[in-house]
């Protein structure tokens, strides 16, 4: 194992921690998401919010400058129904971050334990680079970055090992 095998260990032990704590954030996130969101569903606690922002915000009470984004004519009913769309996109957004951050885990899981083997480099090497590519999406730019230095390893490992001839086809195990 050389020292490029080494770097790709580790870098992906960093990723996985920190997909670890980015998956934890969001689960917690969307069962927060999900217990306020009931809310939505009770009249009375609606039609409170709407006093409370009839009382207090320039939005509500007439007195916004924006006139065309002046909500105080809002019933409870509606107020709700723009909650609600609110949440469910929250939640989708939330959902597509977990999935590609799922992808992002994957690829460094693969990295570490493959990364022994040359035969595997080309592997660790595509995930590597999607996992880059889920990364720049979703703006985890600390992981995009350990992304593309396991690549980068990745591809120099496998470079040097198909030079030394190792018994390993560089290739192989696709």
Request: charged share 10%.
């Amino acid at each position: 194992m050389g020292s490029d095998a080494r770097v790709v260990r580790s870098v992906n032990i960093a990723a996985i921690v920190l997909c670890g704590l980015s998956l934890f954030c969001a689960v917690a996130l969307l069962i927060f998401m999900g217990l306020s969101s009931t809310m939505l569903t009770d009249p009375q606690v609606m039609a409170g919010v709407i006093d409370k922002l009839d009382s207090g915000s320039s939005a509500f009470d007439g007195n916004s400058y924006a006139t065309e984004f002046d909500y105080g004519g809002l019933t409870p009913a509606e107020a709700s129904a723009m909650a609600t769309a609110g949440f469910v996109v929250l939640i989708a957004l939330i959902l597509g971050f977990v999935g590609l951050k799922v992808v992002a885990l994957i690829a460094a899981i693969i990295a570490v334990r493959n990364y022994t083997n040359p035969a595997r480099y080309g592997r660790i090497f595509g995930w590597a680079i999607a996992a880059a590519i889920t990364s720049l999406l979703i703006g985890a730019w600390v992981s995009l970055v350990l992304y593309v230095i396991s690549a980068v390893f990745s591809y120099r490992a496998k470079k040097s090992a198909s030079a030394m001839g190792s018994p390993f086809d560089a290739g192989a195990g696709r």
